[in-house]
T-cell receptor, first 112, second 118 residues
Framework: DSGVTQTPKHLITATGQRVTLRCSPRSGDLSVYWYQQSLDQGLQFLIQYYNGEERAKGNILERFSAQQFPDLHSELNLSSLELGDSALYFC???????????FGSGTRLTVV | AQKITQTQPGMFVQEKEAVTLDCTYD???????LFWYKQPSSGEMIFLIY??????QNATEGRYSLNFQKARKSANLVISASQLGDSAMYFC???????????????FGKGTHLIIQP
């Protein structure tokens, strides 16, 4: 167990739907990152939050949004889902040192 | 331009041999960090080793070492005495800029699929 908890582990949904992925960071970590891993695009950085505030945006689509709550857990919302959104979505957390990034086990999203 | 380049899509290596996985990077930031992660078929991302841009010595962690050649912008991972359990995808990644609450997401290469043969 890495200390970063992602739920659910698997998700199957239909095109056009909306889903929410949840991440609890490792205890004490203030930064949360979301990554998407697909066969086409590889591992891509989506967005980072630090202590509740958005810090950086990567290749995140406008249909996707995220937030970090006061208890530091984070949610990634994916809407108007398309077949191409099928991927493994990772959450990672870091204390903000720039060295220790811990990944969760991922949520595998399948859009049918 | 790609920031992280891994030129070996796949490699086959005999068990107990040493393996070198290539990684070159591109950044104009003087402060950066380089990481290697292992992703077995089960899918989790396992941290292997870290090298900071200002570190004077090459990083080592058990059987893993990082051959850091700053002038060539190269950060190759060396696995000594490979084992069957080393079969996995290996990703090189970079953090640009200083951290401490700043923007410090990782940029990943496309990975190398390593297969260790008995």
């Amino acid at each position: 167990d890495s200390g970063v908890t992602q739920t659910p582990k698997h998700l199957i949904t239909a095109t056009g739907q909306r889903v929410t992925l949840r991440c609890s960071p490792r205890s004490g970590d203030l930064s949360v990152y979301w990554y998407q891993q697909s066969l086409d695009q590889g591992l891509q950085f989506l967005i980072q939050y630090y202590n509740g505030e958005e810090r950086a945006k990567g290749n995140i689509l406008e249909r996707f949004s995220a937030q970090q709550f006061p208890d530091l857990h984070s949610e990634l919302n994916l809407s108007s889902l398309e077949l191409g959104d099928s991927a493994l979505y990772f959450c990672a957390s870091s204390p903000g040192s720039g060295i220790g990034y811990t990944f969760g086990s991922g949520t595998r999203l399948t859009v049918v | 331009a790609q920031k992280i380049t891994q030129t070996q899509p796949g490699m086959f290596v005999q068990e107990k041999e040493a393996v070198t996985l290539d990684c070159t990077y591109d950044t104009s930031d003087p402060s950066y960090g380089l990481f290697w992660y292992k992703q077995p078929s089960s899918g989790e991302m396992i941290f292997l080793i870290y090298q900071g841009s200002y570190d004077q010595q090459n990083a080592t962690e058990g059987r893993y070492s990082l051959n850091f050649q700053k002038a060539r912008k190269s950060a190759n991972l060396v696995i000594s005495a490979s084992q069957l359990g080393d079969s996995a995808m290996y990703f090189c990644a970079m953090r640009e800029g200083r951290s401490g609450g700043g923007a410090d997401g990782l940029t990943f290469g496309k990975g190398t699929h390593l297969i260790i043969q008995p």
